[in-house]
């Protein structure tokens, strides 16, 4: 069941990170500059913030199983969407759409952890799940990359729409039930708004709330800029980006699930408080790349999949024991449209400090890596501060 919950995350995460490398090709298909792009980013991550919120209101009230699969279906649409895009105007609108659609499933995904995985073991759970980054770099980005390269830049999406009806398929027949959550009684819908904003006034979920944001703000500062960068200023070929995030996934495969077992032997503040404060060299590296040959680029990138990238893993297993669990799916659904804001803030700001010139070189990307220090900084601060609730007896 982890492993095909990975999957689906596989095909979200796919979906949000083939437009970074993609954004040279998109940029010369439309006439558009970076800025654009991180337009798009920040349309999706803002949209899926929004679904996020929206779904805290309802998320606990029905079978796990079957929210999954419907938010899966529409999921599929939206990429068939892109793929059809005719200019940027219709591709922002179905990123939005994509937004609004995947932004779900990751707060389902891990509530379904939540609910079937006890907590000490929920570490190593979460690294199985968040192996699907991993999946993702190594075989979806690049495989979609390369596509692009010879077919076109919308062919990634019909890929993403053919292993989304698979993955689909599989969720419907293996995926248990899932209804313990749900209690004797529905919660009145005159209490479903009045649920959500008490969510907000605990402080134990204002201070958990705080951390994902400004943890994925800090990476997306960093994270959407990086094809255009080696394109433009370091002279890849797009085609050869597809080597640098296959490095960083191959890398990310092994290290999430050590980091998820990790953080179950020495605690998942202690974990996430040392990833996030090693991962600061890697950030600042990037934004302030040398002239370096293609291998040397190979070489280094994963050390920022490893570190940028498994901070979410102790983050995530953390997240699943800061509410009771008859909250854990809405509280996980904020959270995850708090992310999604986060991740749109980033793009958004990363994006504004940048400018190119004619020759099609990027400045002020050495900006951006400085800011996702500091915030870097603020969260291994901050991380002591965020507690789960007491125990509330066995598993579903």
């Known amino acids: 069941m982890l492993w095909l919950l990975a999957l689906t995350q596989f095909t979200v995460i796919m979906d949000f990170m083939v437009m970074m490398p993609l954004a040279p090709q998109l940029m010369q298909a439309f006439h558009i500059g970076p800025a654009a792009v991180s337009g798009a980013v920040s349309a999706y991550a803002w949209c899926a913030g ?10 606990d009230r029905f079978d796990r199983k079957t929210l999954l699969l419907t938010m899966f279906c529409l999921f599929t649409v939206s990429n068939l969407a892109c793929a059809l895009a005719p ?14 659609t995947g ?3 990751g707060a389902i995904v891990m509530a379904i952890v939540g609910d079937v995985i006890p907590a000490e073991r929920r570490g190593a759970a979460t690294g199985v799940v968040m192996t699907s980054f991993a999946m993702a770099a190594v075989g979806g980005v690049p495989i979609g990359v390369v596509l692009a390269a010879h077919f076109g830049w919308a062919s990634p999406f019909f890929l993403l729409v053919a292993l989304s009806l698979l993955v689909w398929l599989g969720a ?3 995926l248990p039930s899932l209804t313990a959550h749900m209690g004797a009684a529905p919660t009145p819908l005159r209490q479903v708004l009045p649920n959500l904003l008490a969510l907000f006034r605990e402080r134990r979920h204002l201070q958990a709330f705080s951390l994902s944001i400004v943890n994925m703000t800090a990476g997306m500062l960093v994270i959407p ?6 394109v433009g200023n ?4 797009p085609a050869d980006v597809t080597w640098v995030y296959l490095a960083g996934g191959c890398a990310t495969i092994f290290t999430a699930r050590l980091i998820g077992r990790w953080a179950d032997r020495a605690g998942k503040q202690q974990v996430y408080r040392w990833v996030s404060l ?14 370096l040959p293609l291998l040397a680029l190979m070489l280094a990138f994963p050390f920022f999949m490893a570190l940028v990238s498994g901070r ?3 983050l995530q297993a953390l997240l699943t024991t800061i509410p009771e669990p008859h909250k854990r799916g809405a509280f996980l659904s904020a959270n995850s449209a708090l992310q999604s804001l986060g991740s749109g803030l980033g793009a958004w700001l990363g994006g504004l400090t940048l400018q190119t010139d004619a020759a099609g070189h990027i400045s002020g990307y050495g900006i951006n890596g400085w800011l996702a220090a500091g915030l870097s900084l603020w969260t291994v601060w901050w991380v002591a501060r965020v507690r789960g609730a007491a125990p509330q007896g066995a598993p579903a």
Not at 50 to 59: K, R, V
Not at 234 to 237: I, R, Y
Not at 278 to 291: D, G, K, N, R, V
Request: charge should be positive; hydrophobic fraction near 65%; glycine fraction near 8%.
């Open 50 to 59: 929004l679904s996020g919120l929206l779904a805290a209101t309802y998320i």
């Open 87 to 100: 200019n940027f105007q219709v591709l922002l609108w179905s990123r939005a759409f994509a937004g609004l």
């Open 103 to 105: 932004g779900v499933l």
């Open 172 to 174: 419907a027949r293996v």
């Open 225 to 230: 800029f990086i094809s255009p960068v080696l």
């Open 234 to 237: 370091m002279g890849l070929a």
């Open 278 to 291: 090693l991962s600061i060299a890697p950030l600042l590296f990037m934004t302030h790349l040398p002239q």
């Open 312 to 314: 979410m893993v102790p």
